[in-house]
T-cell receptor, first 114, second 112 residues
Framework: EPEVTQTPSHQVTQMGQEVILRCVPISNHLYFYWYRQILGQKVEFLVSFYNNEISEKSEIFDDQFSVERPDGSNFTLKIRSTKLEDSAMYFC????????????FGEGSRLTVL | GDSVTQMEGPVTLSEEAFLTINCTYTATGYPSLFWYVQYPGEGLQLLLKATKADDKGSNKGFEATYRKETTSFHLEKGSAQVSDSAVYFCAHTKGSYDKVIFGPGTSLSVIP
């Protein structure tokens, strides 16, 4: 069964460092998303991406964040200068053309900022 | 604005008890509705979905019916199992690119 894969599963970084989280969406999907979940809290939308551009972003997705689809398979989230409050689980998701709307999520990347 | 409200957790049930987790939503138009489940240490898995009014989604013994008149999508299971212990998120689609908006989650523990 096709699945969304994310790397790394866990990353520890120092405050102020750049972090890149990587995702390989399901191969025939066209819509890509990043969500985050601070420990024990709700799952928050960060950004959606379609046709090689951002289609929507939330207030959380400020200038420190960027996304890229550098090739035909990877979808990355970059945090330019991490802050303590960026510590969270980051989930990548993708969706196909079928208009039932469900997203397929990866296992998540846990980011710990010290 | 669009939102999802779920019953407060944590919820603790005895094995084989009837399971229900309430969910109501606020949305414009006709969103698709979902229940996602997150087992300890894992990602989000789609449990079931319903795409239009009066649809019943079902999977693994769980059911939820899309009630547009009450804007609800309550999750039910006739007999809870210890393996059902997880966090359950009610969610709905929003917007032309169908991002999904999640409720706060309800932590469920089923004890033997």
């Amino acid at each position: 069964e096709p699945e969304v894969t994310q790397t790394p599963s866990h990353q520890v970084t120092q405050m102020g460092q750049e972090v890149i989280l990587r995702c390989v969406p399901i191969s025939n999907h066209l819509y890509f998303y990043w969500y985050r979940q601070i420990l024990g809290q709700k799952v928050e939308f960060l950004v959606s991406f379609y046709n090689n551009e951002i289609s929507e972003k939330s207030e959380i997705f400020d200038d420190q964040f960027s996304v890229e689809r550098p090739d035909g398979s990877n979808f990355t989230l970059k945090i330019r200068s991490t802050k303590l409050e960026d510590s969270a689980m980051y989930f990548c998701a993708s969706r196909g053309l079928a208009n039932t709307g469900e997203l397929f999520f990866g296992e998540g990347s846990r980011l710990t900022v010290l | 604005g669009d939102s999802v409200t779920q019953m407060e957790g944590p919820v603790t049930l005895s094995e084989e008890a009837f399971l229900t987790i309430n969910c109501t939503y606020t949305a414009t138009g006709y969103p698709s509705l979902f229940w996602y489940v997150q087992y300890p240490g894992e990602g989000l898995q789609l449990l079931l979905k319903a795409t239009k009014a009066d649809d019943k989604g079902s999977n693994k013994g769980f059911e939820a019916t899309y009630r547009k008149e009450t804007t609800s999508f309550h999750l039910e299971k006739g007999s809870a199992q210890v393996s059902d212990s997880a966090v359950y998120f009610c969610a709905h689609t929003k917007g032309s690119y169908d991002k999904v908006i999640f409720g706060p989650g309800t932590s469920l523990s089923v004890i033997p």
